[in-house]
């Protein structure tokens, strides 16, 4: 089983929706993230979190919200879906200086 | 902030051949340098890193190298095999001991290993 688990791993959604992408993680790290990955833009941090209390916006949070809801549960929350955000998305986790990815979850927005 | 230049975008080598990666900086501040490989339908995952106070390091097949005057480090595969086909991302940061909510990742190189 993977130590960071994503749901759901497709999305399709219409304009204007609200989805909801969920990570849970198995490896007892404080910190957490979600990250955007565009073709040719890398990988771009939304949000992050170094515990339940703590929640921080990265380097393109607009459009976007998200819930620590325990150590190991982190989501990202798209109110009003729009179609530039049609993108791979990663929830991650850290300790020290190594990041672990989870497998990603594809969101169209149509 | 800090802007990380990765190229090539796309990189096709034949396989045994060797494969160069290259990155470039801005930030002269930046003296953590990891190197992400991202296989298909799967999350990056890190291959090797190399902080400032070294010029070189070396896992195996795969090593990296720092030029800080010219702020760029490089991701060096030699003797390719079919298994290095994925995308790669390089990466920068001030510190070790600052969070990787710092870290600024490069756009990616797809590496494809002709049989």
């Known amino acids: 089983d993977a130590d960071v688990t994503q749901t759901p791993r497709n999305r399709i959604t219409k304009t204007g929706k609200r989805i909801m992408l969920e990570c849970s993680q198995t490896?007892?790290?404080?910190?957490m993230y979600w990250y955007r990955q565009d073709p040719g833009l890398g990988l771009r941090l939304i949000y992050y979190s170094f515990d339940v209390k703590d929640i921080n916006k990265g380097e393109i949070s607009d459009g976007y919200s998200v819930s620590r809801q325990a150590q190991a549960k982190f989501s990202l929350s798209l109110e009003s879906a729009i179609p530039n955000q049609t993108a791979l998305y990663f929830c991650?986790?850290?300790?020290?200086?190594?990041?672990?990815f989870g497998e990603g979850s594809w969101l169209t927005v149509v | 902030g800090e802007n990380v230049e990765q190229h090539p975008s796309t990189l096709s080598v034949q396989e045994g051949d060797s494969a160069v990666i290259k990155c470039t900086y801005s930030?002269?501040?930046?003296?953590?340098f990891p190197w992400y490989k991202q296989e298909l339908g799967k999350g990056p995952q890190l291959i090797i890193d190399?902080?400032?106070?070294?010029g070189e390091k070396k896992d195996q097949r795969i090593a990296v190298t720092l030029n800080k005057t010219a702020k760029h480090f490089s991701l060096h595969i030699t003797e390719t095999q079919p298994e290095d086909s994925a995308v790669y991302f390089c990466?920068?940061?001030?510190?070790?001991?600052?969070?990787?909510?710092?870290?600024?990742f490069g756009t990616g190189t797809r590496l494809t290993i002709i049989p």
């Open positions: 190399i902080r400032s106070n070294v």
């Open positions: 990466a920068a940061r001030r510190s070790p001991n600052f969070g990787n909510e710092k870290l600024t």
């Open positions: 490896k007892g790290h404080d910190r």
């Open positions: 930030d002269s501040a930046s003296n953590y």
């Open positions: 991650a986790t850290s300790a020290g200086n190594t990041i672990y």
